[in-house]
């Protein structure tokens, strides 16, 4: 029966007190039940109720009472019962006066949302990221915090953590706080010592220096530090979560749940309720997925989200605030440049060798999610890496042939890149390779269609091949004057010579002529006051090659319109040399590669022949369309010699003569040569170009390079002296590449005059909009290049509508966002958990363990590197980081676990690691284990690291061929023969490895730090205790002789100290020793007699 006062939960077993027991009249339920389950109705319950004679009252005290000393009992057993009330931790920060550098509105708006509320900032490109991380950390970083707990108030230094900063945003980010630092002390405001870093940066030799890194933890300020020694201080103890006053994570679209930002967070939260986070994204399209905004705020603890778009009506305002005069100044120019009739030929050939791989590729995996893989989408520029990422967990069951056109499609993409981006001839030496290859793959030097890339098959394959040959090398007649002595100006003759085409990119005239006309313009201007020329390209290449443009352009006039023209002949004819070098090493590398698959071909003599059924790439007649055809019923068609050119390589002509690099007539180079040369002579205002100096025609490419390396290490060449000359502000020309870490502020240092965006770019678009928006004083004019109808356009307009599309699904996914709740069944990825493998039961000796008794496992530091640390704490499981030097993970006294991703194990295999370690996990352990742990992402198969040939491939290189599936398990074989009592774990992922450890310690004893320590230390070092008493080397060494085995070898060791005392031994003393078995094999050993 319960009592009144005690929940119906806890029986009340004091047999000491009588309890009140009502008459059998009354009716026991009437009295029970009404003050149990209606508390509001007690006082009617008291006026019906008379209570019976002589009866001890009950009362509030004397069942507290009762409670004291059921309490009192309990503690006299072996489980505890405590209780405890944990109180709330306020932090109050110190009230300061804060000046910050917001120029524009909605910047004012988003920090004061972010310092009211913890949240995730989601920005779109370009509109000041840097600009609000460094004003928020400025606002967060307080002297000091002061805590309240109760009536206990704790005082302490603030300490902001910065995690996901690169180098550049850190010496960007320390230089905004340095301003604002500036400014403040200007106002009165700060109070902080100048000589005080901004920012500081835990790196170099803090990385291994514990004592210097709580040093840092313990001054406070603002710190920035990569998660991996971060969290291994955290879980060490040199840096508690609770002296952590928050974290601002950069590049929150980069946080997975496995990754060390999201373990640190986890850490800091599950210690630390008091504390501020804050993160902030500037790429909403890497925001993918089913519902990643709450995936996101899933990882990060955090509830709040804060999207700013560029549509935003905030941002549009700000951005717009200017005045009409402004707004004329403001504008941009777009500059839409024409492709020549070639380039748009090879264009659309290679577009539709897109378009017929995505079409062959869907054809042999129709059973595979496909939906993606649209023409449409070709244009993003992660169309490849998704494609190949929706492939991997099925990668070892697709064909060879879907695998082939994956990489086709990499390979068009670049090609497509390269049309618009680098000069004909580089562009042609490209298509040349992929050529190369192809043939080179077969062994017989023809195309082999059961080898080559498919998309070579289709006649837009010839187009590209044909044309891109035509545009550098095809050649032209041109009309040249040639004047006699005695002759005048009308009567001088015209020849007609050819020279190579050397088609220049449509671009480089445009942007001669426009900075022309810039430079033109300024020629009126008397005050000298204006910036710089700003050229802004996508990479450092172009870069270099913008810079040569523009030293080396020819002014030039054309007859008949008098329009002025610019030629970069100069330049295309420097680069001649530059591929007769590269002929030149092709050669040298198609010699060697004849004498390596002729040495591939005896090797493989004596192995198996492949079936001739895996041999053939199985493809639709999309690809071979015409090849079958007579040449008799084939219709007469334009660029017939590159048709029968290919035709020749696929029949098995020779191909040194129809599809080999193109070999230059050396009249025609120094006719090109001495024309550019003439052309600058005449023209005093250029500088000359640097042409190659012709080398002789018997040197070759190895005395080329020989002689070059020879020169760049000959000690007695002295380097030519640099002149240095000032350039005035309003004269330099300005080239600059395209980066998200650095061109934030680029714009502000430099305040040009002309902006010229060479090739398309969002962000820096969006930064040019906050340049003018926060500069009202300075106008640049704003010049935007862009090839019209062609891919360039496209895949400008494909971002926009990318990251529009992205900001549109966060915005509703926000708009149905709900309150998550955290709970154990929460992450439906771990099957076992943590209950279910812990064993209570007392017998044989056994330690009691419950539940909540915790595990351990110790953690070799390199190891955070990976996901497995996290997913052990997140399962259960003490993680302690040490620097071990036998086994990655010691799960217990016995259990010592080496983990191996396949691609560590490959490497573990050539270099004959792995043996070594598994002889020192012998040597200390009584389980050593090998942890064999794939990709969740890949297939639970080796194929996919294998990387298998199609049969009939010949490797350029066998000695770097890659590791096939066989011989991977043959390594694994022949691991396992040298060591018998291995133990090996396959593990299909990081969550899997994660529940088998679990199962591991549910019967084991937790391990000792000291011992997993000194295990494996060099035993020639001496230490503070003194020199070590055995060398292990000597003891393998002693194991190997005959009659000595893992048992007698301690009685040898404790009776000699050396090798040299042992092989002195009498047969008298080994018989003593050993046995006299064992003494006489080992006898019998030492003193054999061998000729």
Same mark, same amino acid.
């Given at each position: 029966m319960s009592s009144l006062f005690v929940p119906e939960d806890e029986e009340y077993d004091d047999k000491s007190e009588t309890l009140f027991v009502p008459d059998e009249q009354e009716d026991p339920d009437h009295i029970v039940s009404e003050l149990e389950h209606q508390n509001d109705k007690a006082e009617e319950i008291e006026a019906e109720y008379v209570e019976p004679e002589n009866q001890p009252e009950i009362s509030e005290e004397r069942t507290r009472a009762h409670y004291a000393r059921a309490m009192a009992q309990d503690e006299e057993g072996s489980i505890p019962v405590v209780r405890e009330e944990k109180a709330e931790v306020t932090a109050i920060y110190e009230s300061r006066e804060v000046c910050c550098s917001l120029p524009l509105g909605f910047y004012q708006e988003i920090v004061e949302n972010m310092l009211a509320k913890d949240g995730l900032l989601i920005l779109g490109r370009g509109l000041g990221c840097e600009v609000i991380t460094a004003n928020l950390l400025y606002a967060l970083s307080s002297p000091s915090v002061t805590l309240e707990r109760g009536k206990t108030v704790t005082k302490k230094k603030s300490l902001v953590i910065l995690l996901g900063a690169g180098e550049e945003e850190i010496v960007k980010l320390n230089d905004l706080l340095v301003e604002l630092r500036w400014l403040n002390a200007v106002a009165g405001n700060d109070t902080e010592n100048e000589l005080e870093p901004a920012l500081r940066v835990v790196g170099g030799s803090d990385l291994a220096n514990t004592n210097k890194r709580r040093d840092m933890y313990m001054k406070g300020g603002v710190l920035s530090i990569s998660s991996r020694i971060l969290v291994v201080d955290i879980l060490s103890g040199i840096l508690k979560p609770s002296d952590i006053t928050g974290f601002f994570v950069l590049h929150a679209e980069k946080i997975r749940e496995t990754s060390n930002d999201s373990f640190i967070i986890n850490l800091y939260r599950d210690q630390n309720d008091w504390g501020f986070v804050k993160a902030i994204s500037d790429e909403p399209e890497s925001f993918t997925g089913f519902t990643p905004l709450a995936s996101k705020l899933k990882y990060l603890r955090m509830s709040n989200v804060f999207l700013w778009p560029r549509f935003h009506v905030e941002v549009t305002s700000s951005l717009m605030l200017r005045s009409s005069k402004q707004k004329m100044r403001s504008t941009v120019t777009e500059i839409n440049v024409k492709l020549s009739k070639r380039m748009a030929k090879i264009q659309t050939a290679i577009l539709s060798c897109l378009t017929a791989c995505l079409q062959e590729l869907k054809r042999h995996n129709p059973t595979l999610d496909t939906e993606y893989w649209d023409v449409e989408n070709l244009h993003d520029t992660d169309f490849v890496t998704r494609v190949r990422l929706s492939l991997e967990s099925q990668w070892h069951r697709i064909s060879w042939t879907s695998k082939q056109l994956v990489y086709d499609l990499g390979t068009l993409k670049e090609l497509l890149a390269s049309l618009l981006r680098d000069d004909s001839l580089l562009f042609y030496q490209r298509v040349q390779g992929i050529v190369d290859t192809n043939i080179r793959s077969s062994g017989a030097g023809t195309m082999n269609a059961t080898t080559m890339s498919p998309w070579l098959m289709m006649d837009e394959g010839t187009t590209i091949t044909s044309y891109a040959k035509e545009r550098a090398l095809g050649r032209v007649t041109v009309a040249t004057e040639a004047a006699e002595e005695g002759q005048e100006a009308?009567?001088?003759?015209?020849?007609?010579?050819?020279?190579?085409?050397?088609?220049?990119?449509?671009?480089?005239?445009?942007?001669?002529?426009?900075?022309?006309? %810039?430079? +033109?313009?300024?020629?009126?201007?008397?005050?000298?006051?204006?910036?710089? %020329?700003?050229?802004?390209?996508?990479?450092?290449?172009?870069?270099?090659?913008?810079?040569?443009?523009?030293? *080396?352009? *020819?002014?030039?006039?054309?007859?008949?319109?008098?329009?002025?023209?610019?030629?970069?002949?100069?330049?295309?004819? &420097?680069?001649?040399?530059?591929?007769?070098?590269?002929?030149?090493?092709?050669?040298?590398?198609?010699?060697?590669?004849?004498?390596?698959? =002729?040495?591939?071909?005896?090797? !493989?003599? =004596?192995?198996?022949?492949?079936?001739?059924?895996?041999?053939?790439?199985?493809?639709?007649?999309?690809?071979?369309?015409?090849?079958?055809?007579?040449?008799?019923?084939?219709?007469?068609?334009?660029? @017939?010699?590159?048709? @029968?050119?290919? #035709?020749?390589?696929?029949?098995?002509?020779?191909?040194?003569?129809?599809?080999?690099?193109?070999?230059?007539?050396?009249?025609?180079?120094?006719?090109?040569?001495?024309?550019?040369?003439?052309?600058?002579? &005449?023209?005093?205002?250029?500088?000359?170009?640097?042409?190659?100096?012709?080398? $002789?025609?018997?040197?070759?490419?190895?005395?080329?390079?020989?002689?070059?390396?020879?020169?760049?290490? !000959?000690? +007695?060449?002295?380097?030519? #002296?640099?002149?240095? =000359?000032?350039?005035?502000?309003?004269?330099?020309? %300005?080239?600059?590449?395209? !980066?998200?870490?650095?061109?934030?502020?680029?714009?502000?240092?430099?305040?040009?005059?002309?902006?010229?965006?060479? $090739?398309?770019?969002?962000?820096?678009?969006?930064?040019?909009?906050?340049?003018?928006?926060?500069?009202?004083?300075?106008?640049?004019?704003?010049?935007?290049?862009?090839?019209?109808?062609?891919?360039?356009?496209?895949?400008?307009?494909?971002?926009?509508?990318?990251? *529009?599309?992205?900001?549109? &699904?966060?915005?509703?996914?926000? @708009?149905?966002?709900?309150?998550?709740? #955290?709970?154990?069944?929460?992450?439906?990825?771990?099957?076992?958990?943590?209950?279910?493998?812990?064993?209570?039961?007392?017998?044989?000796? #056994? *330690?009691?363990?419950?539940?909540?008794?915790?595990?351990?496992?110790?953690?070799?530091?390199?190891?955070?590197?990976?996901?497995?640390?996290?997913?052990?704490?997140?399962?259960?499981?003490?993680?302690?980081?040490?620097?071990?030097?036998?086994?990655?993970?010691?799960?217990?006294?016995?259990?010592?676990? =080496?983990?191996?991703?396949?691609?560590?194990?490959?490497?573990?295999?050539?270099?004959?690691?792995?043996?070594?370690?598994?002889?020192?996990?012998?040597?200390?352990?009584?389980?050593?284990?090998?942890?064999?742990?794939?990709?969740?992402?890949?297939?639970?198969?080796?194929?996919?690291?294998?990387?298998?040939?199609?049969?009939?491939?010949?490797?350029?290189?066998?000695? @770097? !061929?890659? %590791?096939?599936?066989?011989?991977?398990?043959?390594?694994?074989?022949?691991?396992?023969?040298?060591?018998p009592k291995l133990k090996v774990i396959w593990s299909s992922s990081p969550y899997e490895t994660a529940q088998i450890f679990l199962e591991l310690k549910a019967s084991q004893h937790e391990p000792d730090v000291e011992e997993a320590l000194a295990k494996g230390v060099n035993p020639a070092i001496s230490t503070s205790e003194g020199p070590p008493m055995y060398n292990d080397d000597a003891i393998d060494l002693l194991q190997s002789i005959p009659g000595i085995n893992n048992v007698n070898y301690t009685t040898v060791i404790s009776r000699i100290r050396n090798i040299k005392e042992f092989v002195s031994l009498s047969k008298k003393d080994l018989h003593e020793m050993l046995g006299e078995e064992n003494g006489n094999k080992a006898y019998n050993f030492v003193n054999r007699y061998v000729r």
């Open positions: 009308a009567e001088v003759s015209r020849e007609k010579t050819e020279v190579y085409n050397l088609e220049e990119l449509p671009k480089w005239e445009q942007l001669v002529l426009l900075v022309d006309d %810039i430079i +033109h313009e300024r020629s009126f201007d008397n005050t000298k006051t204006e910036g710089p %020329i700003l050229i802004m390209c996508s990479s450092s290449k172009t870069a270099q090659q913008l810079s040569s443009i523009l030293s *080396k352009a *020819k002014k030039k006039v054309h007859e008949p319109t008098e329009r002025k023209m610019f030629s970069c002949k100069g330049y295309m004819v &420097s680069k001649l040399r530059e591929y007769l070098q590269w002929k030149e090493l092709i050669s040298l590398t198609k010699r060697l590669n004849t004498e390596l698959v =002729e040495k591939a071909n005896e090797d !493989s003599r =004596e192995g198996t022949p492949d079936s001739a059924a895996d041999e053939k790439l199985n493809t639709s007649k999309t690809f071979t369309r015409g090849n079958n055809v007579p040449r008799s019923k084939r219709r007469r068609t334009r660029g @017939a010699a590159a048709v @029968a050119n290919v #035709a020749r390589l696929h029949s098995g002509s020779d191909y040194e003569k129809t599809a080999g690099p193109v070999d230059l007539e050396q009249d025609i180079v120094d006719r090109l040569e001495q024309d550019v040369k003439e052309e600058y002579d &005449s023209n005093d205002e250029l500088e000359e170009p640097e042409l190659v100096e012709e080398k $002789e025609q018997d040197e070759t490419a190895e005395d080329t390079f020989r002689n070059f390396y020879a020169e760049a290490e !000959s000690p +007695h060449i002295r380097t030519a #002296a640099i002149d240095l =000359e000032h350039i005035e502000k309003y004269n330099q020309v %300005i080239i600059e590449t395209y !980066s998200d870490k650095t061109n934030e502020t680029l714009l502000q240092e430099l305040c040009p005059s002309y902006i010229i965006m060479y $090739e398309p770019d969002l962000a820096f678009i969006r930064r040019v909009e906050v340049y003018h928006a926060t500069n009202a004083n300075v106008e640049p004019k704003t010049y935007f290049m862009y090839y019209g109808t062609s891919v360039e356009e496209q895949t400008h307009l494909m971002r926009i509508r990318k990251e *529009k599309s992205a900001f549109t &699904s966060l915005i509703r996914e926000k @708009a149905n966002l709900g309150k998550r709740f #955290a709970g154990e069944q929460e992450n439906w990825k771990f099957h076992l958990r943590k209950p279910q493998v812990v064993n209570t039961r007392i017998a044989g000796g #056994a *330690k009691f363990r419950t539940e909540e008794d915790e595990m351990r496992v110790i953690v070799d530091s390199r190891e955070f590197r990976s996901s497995l640390p996290n997913l052990l704490y997140r399962v259960g499981i003490q993680v302690i980081p040490c620097m071990l030097t036998v086994g990655d993970y010691v799960v217990s006294p016995k259990i010592c676990v =080496e983990r191996k991703s396949i691609p560590d194990l490959i490497g573990s295999f050539k270099s004959g690691r792995l043996y070594q370690q598994c002889e020192q996990m012998f040597r200390h352990y009584e389980l050593p284990t090998l942890l064999i742990e794939f990709d969740e992402n890949k297939s639970f198969s080796f194929e996919p690291f294998a990387e298998i040939r199609p049969p009939g491939f010949k490797a350029t290189n066998p000695i @770097a !061929s890659k %590791i096939s599936k066989k011989e991977i398990q043959s390594k694994i074989t022949e691991l396992l023969i040298s060591f």
